[in-house]
């Protein structure tokens, strides 16, 4: 049914009841006697006459129209003088359904009964919806009895947890008796149904107003109902077993209440503020008189307690000398592999700390003196009591949980479960108390299985979808009307509907009506062929959209055009990317398998010395990822043969090189493989700086020494550097892979691979002493059997950092386009960072960036955004009009269905209803155009309920990898410059 215009409360009632046969059947088959519509002078009847026929037109078209949906205009124009209302521009449905069952009752009591207007028994609306219930009580001493008939029974939400409850909690009214000096006097009252209608309609009040604010407001909280309730306990002719078990549950809650307040004494034992349950403290004692003051004053004065590594820490050698053994060791060991098992001690990175750990923590207090007797005596004493009272609480938790379940299962009596109702549909409202958006859930009977109706998108959904739309409590949507029809009622429908089609209910129409749909029908084809004919004139041929072609994105300048499209894509840069610095590098497997294949070849042809020789570069099977290079891999023969030749010649020519935080360096002319940016980068220089700190060393004891002495120096430079805090403007993570696996306690041989590979790296053959390092750490490398690392679990720690890196650039580019006012833009970057990080934040605290600070700038980024769409949409210029809608529909909407299906926070919650309020705000306008209205109408239902689609993201937007240095730079500027983004906590 198609909303022309804050309809949509009309449309979720109106096809929640189309859906029920009989309600269906009565309204198309309607007639009023021509002596009725001749004598009726009324103008309220008059009205109702006609509104009842255009209901029927309108059901005539849903039943046999071959168009997507149908216009409710006509009907609609007969309620807009009932609704006339200068403060509320959106209507409430249980307002209107009770205005649509008078309107209804009233037209059929003229075609059934129009000289007996008061005689409403054969009404077949009253019939249908009408029930009645009897209410009884004492007012002041006073006895009082009265029947009154209900149409939609009203429920209170708050302080309930479901619909028996609130059932319970309407039918029951105050105390009965209330005992005072003088006398007993009696209050309350208790309601019985003494009669239930077919179709049992429960209106769910989640409104109340706010005194301090002067204003309605809606209550979100949560409220379960079942698919099936049983009516049995509600009925007078169960009042007497109810009653019984009603004193039954009365008995057993104050019973519960003994028991809870007794094992709250023993969880809140003490009489100060600070309590705790009472076995704990006996724990505590008992650990205190355990606690031998012989013990802490045995150790003699001055010895220092070992200190044991901590669980998940990096551990280092324990000196260069153990170092060099390691390495001389491995060097005759073959194929064995070099890097560290955890349960050798005696190969490389496997049990020193940093220098600078701390010590030990003081002894626990102690009994300064304390005799054997008396621990003895205060042990029993202390444990004795303890067993007792544990066994006390177990028995009370045991009792409690039994009385909680007599209590639960009190009504599943067989004799009260005689009267079921099922749920039939549910009238779900989005929004706050004055604006939001209505759709309905309606349980199919042929299909078996619930259906959305959300204006002109009717979808298939499930009972999961119902529950969390409906029951409240996560985010600002529930139910506000159920309704229930009996089992006779249930029964029919599916009979109806397993023996019936749409084709014969419409056969079985009345000729009027039969003329009206086809007549609908040849109108649409009429209108398809001026479409069609309309649209041939227009015709041109299709070029490529610009916006479709890949663009790069400098590091100076924003995208070239809108990154509107939101998207979950392959994790990959564009084609003509540069790939990240190599110190994160990833292994394809295909290489990895052929490297060991190719080394264990040598082995079997040479032995070790074949081994220990450069092999040739393998080439890939195919491209390696694009957003992370390879691994170091040896260069091929003839370039190794030049640069050993090389090396040893003195008349070499050599330049001077600046390396920030190394110094200056001289590297020869034919430096193989030498690559002046990857030098920049940060774990560059520190390998190099490392390797400088190892010279004396590798002077005094070879190439094997200085590469163990160069790697303590980098691992402990990069161990100390992961204990530091990550800031807004710092983050060592960004400069590092090896702080980041650090930090997030990679596997050890993960770790020391990785280093061990920065020393293998191709553009460390600047000079003599590099090149003999970077050869020894190649030959290592080749040690490393698939047996002593996983290299699949290898693959996905890079793989995460690689993310990490581009979250980082996602959220750089969003904040430096946010910056510059360019909110189109900065939004796609900053949800994709949002969206990119929160699963790499599920890994682990410390795998992304910060999550809070990424939701900032969105929610400031969305907010922006709307403003500048909703005074576009007001402006009333066509094209002005058409951007606002563009930005809504292919930014704001798309981004806040993601948030909201996400884990929501307040701060993003507020952001979402002050967006939807402004639009809200425009319904009704008088100095808008009616066109606007019909627009907004329409732009609403996608807005206010975000479970009507399923957002699949696209394309993510184009980014350039950024170097470490120029990344840190960046983004430390970005960050200073913009106010409050330091203030966001850095995960």
């Not at 509104?51 to 059901?59: A, P, V």
Request: glycine share 6%; proline share 6%; hydrophobic share 35%.
């Amino acid at each position: 049914m198609r909303n022309i215009g804050n309809t949509c409360w009309f449309s979720a009632v109106i096809q929640s009841l189309f859906q029920l046969p009989q309600f269906r059947r009565l309204v198309l088959g309607y007639s009023v006697p021509q002596s009725v519509l001749e004598t009726c002078r009324s103008r309220t009847g008059k009205r109702n006459i006609a509104f009842m026929q255009e209901l029927q037109c309108l059901f005539a078209l849903m039943l046999g129209t071959r168009r997507k949906f149908v216009d409710p205009s006509a009907a609609l124009e007969l309620l807009r003088d009932a609704f006339k209302s200068t403060e509320e521009q959106q209507q409430d449905v249980s307002e209107f359904t009770h205005k649509l069952l008078d309107w209804l009752e009233d037209a059929f009591q003229l075609a059934v009964n129009a000289s007996n207007p008061g005689d409403k028994s054969e009404n077949p609306m009253v019939q249908l919806f009408y029930g009645t219930f009897l209410t009884e009580g004492v007012h002041e001493g006073n006895t009082f009895s009265k029947i009154e008939t209900f149409g939609q029974y009203p429920l209170q939400v708050n302080g309930y947890r479901n619909l028996d409850e609130c059932l319970e909690g309407a039918m029951v009214e105050g105390e009965m008796e209330e005992e005072t000096d003088a006398r007993s006097v009696q209050y309350g009252q208790e309601r019985w149904f003494t009669k239930l209608p077919p179709v049992l309609t429960f209106e769910l009040s989640r409104f109340e107003f706010n005194q301090s604010l002067g204003q309605p407001e809606k209550i979100h909280t949560r409220l379960e109902f079942p698919r099936t309730i049983y009516m049995d306990r509600y009925l007078y002719s169960s009042k007497e077993l109810i009653c019984v078990k009603r004193e039954e549950i009365k008995r057993l809650k104050e019973k519960l209440m003994v028991l809870q307040q007794k094992l709250e004494k023993y969880l809140r034992y003490g009489s100060g503020p600070a309590r705790c349950p009472l076995p704990d403290m006996l724990q505590a004692v008992l650990e205190f008189v355990a606690t031998k003051a012989t013990a802490a004053a045995s150790a003699p004065r001055g010895a220092r307690t070992p200190v044991l590594p901590a669980q998940g820490e990096p551990h280092l050698l324990e000196s260069p000398s153990q170092q060099h053994s390691v390495l001389e060791a491995k060097s005759t060991r073959g194929t064995e592999d070099f890097l560290a098992n955890s349960s050798r001690q005696d190969q490389l990175g496997t049990s020193l700390q940093p220098s600078d750990a701390p010590a030990q923590m003081p002894g626990c207090p102690a009994p300064p003196v304390v005799s054997e007797e008396e621990v003895d005596l205060v042990r029993t004493c202390l444990q004795r009591w303890r067993s007792e009272i544990q066994q006390d609480m177990q028995d009370l938790k045991a009792s409690i949980a039994r009385i909680n379940l007599s209590i639960e299962q009190m009504y599943c009596d067989p004799l009260l479960q005689q009267v079921p109702y099922r749920l039939h549909a549910v009238l779900v409202h989005e929004g706050q108390a004055n604006a939001g958006h209505y759709w309905a859930y309606v349980y199919d009977q042929p299909r078996k299985s619930w259906l959305k109706y959300n204006d002109i998108s009717v979808t298939e959904s499930s009972w999961e979808e119902l529950q969390r739309d409906s029951f409240g409590g996560l985010r600002n949507a529930s139910a506000y009307c159920l309704m229930y029809i009996s089992e006779k009622v249930s029964r029919l429908a599916a009979e109806e509907g397993a023996e019936s089609e749409p084709e014969e209910e419409v056969e079985a129409l009345p000729p009027e009506l039969k003329r009206y749909i086809e007549e609908d029908n040849w109108r649409l084809e009429q209108e398809a062929e001026e479409w069609e004919e309309e649209q041939s004139c227009k015709m041109v041929p299709m070029e490529p959209s610009p916006a479709l072609e890949p663009r790069e994105l400098s590091s100076e300048s924003g995208p070239g055009g809108s990154a509107a499209h939101f998207a979950h894509a392959a994790d990959t840069e564009a084609p003509g990317a540069r790939s990240l610095p190599s110190e994160h590098a990833l292994m394809a497997k295909e290489q990895t398998a052929q490297a060991i294949a190719n080394t264990a070849d040598a082995y079997a042809r040479s032995g070790v010395e074949a081994a220990l020789c450069e092999p040739k570069e393998v080439e890939p099977a195919e491209a390696p990822h694009p957003g992370a290079p390879a691994l170091p891999v040896e260069a091929d023969a003839p370039q190794e043969a030049r640069g050993t030749e090389s090396a040893g010649q003195s008349s070499s020519q050599v330049s001077e090189v600046e390396i920030p935080s190394v110094g200056k360096i001289l590297v020869r002319a034919d430096a193989d493989g030498y690559n002046e940016e990857v030098m920049l980068t940060p774990a560059m220089q520190g390998v190099i700086l490392a390797i400088a700190k190892a010279r004396p060393t590798f002077d005094r004891d070879g190439s094997e020494a200085g590469l163990v002495k160069a790697f303590h120096e980098e691992y402990s430079r990069l161990y100390l550097l992961a204990k530091e805090a990550p800031t807004p403007q710092h983050d060592a993570r960004l400069q590092h892979v090896l702080v980041y696996f650090l930090q997030n306690d990679a596997p050890k041989q993960v770790v020391e691979r990785t280093l061990l590979e920065q020393f293998a790296d191709k553009n460390l053959s600047y000079d003599e002493r590099s090149i003999s390092i970077m050869k020894v750490a190649r030959a290592k490398l080749r040690e490393i059997g698939p047996d002593d690392v996983d290299m699949e679990e290898y693959k996905r720690w890079h793989e995460d950092y690689s993310l990490f890196r581009k979250v980082s650039v996602y959220l750089l580019t969003g904040l430096e386009l946010y910056q510059n006012g360019k909110y189109q833009e900065a939004l796609s970057y900053l949800v994709y960072a949002y969206q990119s990080n929160g699963a790499l934040l599920l890994q682990g605290p410390r795998r992304g960036v910060s999550q809070p600070l990424i939701a900032l700038f969105r929610r400031k980024c969305l907010l922006k955004l709307n403003e500048v769409a909703a005074s576009l949409f007001v402006s009333g210029e066509e094209a002005r009009v058409a951007e606002g809608v563009s930005i809504l529909n292919e930014l704001i909407i798309p981004c806040m269905h993601l948030i909201i299906n996400n884990d929501i926070s307040k701060d993003d919650l507020d952001a979402v209803e002050v967006m939807r309020n402004r639009w809200c705000s425009y319904l009704g306008r008088e100095d808008m155009d009616a066109a606007l209205q019909l627009k907004l109408g329409e732009l609403l239902p996608r807005l206010l309920d975000c479970s009507a689609e399923v957002m699949v993201l696209k394309e993510p937007p184009t980014i350039r990898p950024n170097s470490p240095y120029d990344l840190c730079s960046r983004f430390a500027a970005v960050m200073e410059s913009i106010p409050g983004a330091a203030a966001v906590a850095v995960t």
